[in-house]
């Protein structure tokens, strides 16, 4: 958690590891009770940082920078075409372990990417 120019709570979400209780939290994140931002006069928008940090931090949730995680910047997601993604998982599995779950991973990204337009 960081305090933004703006002054509110933000959170970056490009990875989240954590047990049952705070993973729960980040899951729901979406669907926070407006009760918990308007006390620290957070605005509620499902689509910013400010949301999951507001969440995070009401509910009791510490959460910690990963080592070696460069940039400090937020960015809005990009959207991956089906195409994309087959492409970007056909290259992470040539160095991964060949397993059961990365080869249905696989085709199902194949299939996927096979019907789009």
């Given at each position: 958690?960081?305090?933004?120019?703006?002054?509110?709570?933000?959170?970056?979400?490009?990875?989240?590891?954590?047990?049952?209780?705070?993973?729960?939290?980040?899951?729901?994140?979406?669907?926070?009770?407006?009760?918990?931002?308007?006390?620290?006069?957070?605005?509620?928008?499902?689509?910013?940082?400010?949301?999951?940090?507001?969440?995070?931090?009401?509910?009791?949730?510490?959460?910690?920078?990963?080592?070696?995680?460069?940039?400090?910047?937020?960015?809005?997601?990009?959207?991956?075409?089906?195409?994309?993604?087959?492409?970007?998982?056909?290259?992470?599995?040539?160095?991964?372990?060949?397993?059961?779950?990365?080869r249905q991973f696989l085709?199902?990204?194949?299939?996927?990417?096979?019907?789009?337009?």
């Open positions: 958690l960081f305090t933004a120019p703006n002054g509110y709570l933000q959170s970056g979400d490009q990875i989240a590891i954590g047990t049952k209780g705070p993973m729960t939290v980040y899951a729901n994140t979406i669907a926070f009770d407006s009760a918990g931002a308007s006390l620290l006069g957070a605005p509620l928008d499902p689509k910013a940082h400010v949301t999951l940090g507001t969440a995070l931090f009401t509910q009791g949730v510490i959460t910690t920078g990963l080592a070696g995680m460069r940039g400090k910047q937020l960015l809005n997601q990009t959207v991956l075409s089906p195409l994309e993604i087959a492409a970007l998982a056909e290259r992470d599995a040539a160095n991964a372990p060949d397993t059961d779950f990365a085709d199902a990204c194949r299939r996927v990417a096979a019907l789009a337009p």
